[in-house]
Nanobody, 115 residues
Framework: QVQLVESGGGLVQPGGSLRLSCVFS????????MGWYRQAPGKQRELVAS???????SYADSVKGRFTISRETAKLTVYLQMNSLDPEDTSVYYC?????????WGKGTLVTVSS
């Protein structure tokens, strides 16, 4: 059974940076595509960034040039480096692992961007 645990959220001022981590437990990390999603109050969950099992990354237009997704196989961890944060980035950020019809979600970590 796969479990995902996110960490690294918190309160940051506009223009600041945070790095989120998602630790994968279970087997088969290398076969999963990994993604970061976010959901703000009253809004639908949206894809922020994803990274394939081969390391190919893609980003939502709203975060291109500011966020970077990466994965470290030795640590079974996926990261989301977030720079130049804006109040519009305030959300709960969720990690997702997917392979074929198997999909797993973490419980999320809250990011608040405010002065």
């Amino acid at each position: 059974q796969v479990q995902l645990v996110e960490s690294g959220g918190g309160l940051v001022q506009p223009g600041g940076s945070l790095r989120l981590s998602c630790v994968f437990s279970g087997s088969g990390f290398i076969i999963y595509s990994m993604g970061w999603y976010r959901q703000a109050p009253g809004k639908q969950r949206e894809l922020v960034a994803s990274i394939s099992r081969l390391g190919s990354a893609s980003y939502a237009d709203s975060v291109k040039g500011r966020f970077t997704i990466s994965r470290e196989t030795a640590k079974l961890t996926v990261y989301l480096q977030m720079n130049s944060l804006d109040p519009e980035d305030t959300s709960v950020y969720y990690c997702k692992a997917s392979y074929d019809d198997m999909v797993y979600w973490g419980k999320g970590t809250l990011v608040t961007v405010s002065s």
